[in-house]
Antibody, heavy 120, light 108 residues
């Protein structure tokens, strides 16, 4: 089955770290760019970060630059998001999304998301 | 950064009516790299349109996209009960990728 499954979310205190994972199955993972998109409670979608098929091209939203690090392990069909120095405004449902090209493209597959809550 | 502004914020319509959603970009979207997604409560977004006007696999032909440059439109020709949801446009032509703030299509 073609799917993305996120994990690693939870309740974390401000200033602490969390690592999200996204397990891909049912397609050739290393043929596609992968992205993280988040959605704060009751709000719209916000692009967070993206990584090309071979990790050669990486981008971040200004809101997370310097605090979050995206990575992938093609041998494990997995995408990661290391989140440091977390803030209350990082509270959101984090989606993993598959792009349609090696480095870009629209999203034709989404996971169900993992919830991150930053609170003391 | 390309800012996408969607209008209206909320569209109140009845089943069978036509829905016209607008997405305006702060600068030209290269190669019409614009997509539309539908999101229902508790669900992940679903791709409807890519390349401004190409329907994704399995999307009914009552959904159509048009536009280029800075002005794009999603049209739902005859609203079905399952079409009441929130719709987002997204540009993927230049980093950072950006989304519009969404248009909610609600039942009148």
């Amino acid at each position: 089955e073609v799917q993305l499954v996120e994990s690693g979310g939870g309740l974390v205190q401000p200033g602490r770290s969390l690592r999200l994972s996204c397990a891909a199955s049912g397609f050739t993972f290393d043929d596609y760019a992968m992205h993280w998109v988040r959605q704060a409670p009751g709000k719209g979608l916000e692009w967070v970060s993206g990584i090309s098929w071979n990790s050669g091209s990486i981008g971040y939203a200004d809101s997370v630059k310097g605090r979050f690090t995206i990575s992938r392990d093609n041998a494990k069909n997995s995408l990661y998001l290391q989140m440091n120095s977390l803030r209350a405004e990082d509270t959101a449902l984090y989606y993993c999304a598959k792009a349609t090209g090696y480095s870009s493209g629209w999203y034709n597959l989404w996971g169900r998301g993992t919830l991150v809550t930053v609170s003391s | 950064e390309i800012v996408l502004t969607q209008s209206p914020g909320t569209l109140s319509l009845s089943p069978g009516e036509i829905a016209t959603l607008s997405c305006r970009a702060s600068q030209s979207v290269s190669s019409s790299y614009l997509a539309w997604y539908q999101q229902k409560p508790g669900q992940a977004p679903r791709l409807l349109i890519y390349g401004a006007s190409s329907r994704a696999t399995g999307i009914p032909d009552r959904f159509s996209g048009s536009g280029s440059g800075t002005d794009f439109t999603l049209t739902i020709s005859r609203l079905e009960p399952e079409d009441f949801a929130v719709y987002y446009c997204q540009q993927y032509g230049s980093s950072p990728w950006t989304f519009g703030q969404g248009t909610k299509v609600e039942i009148k």
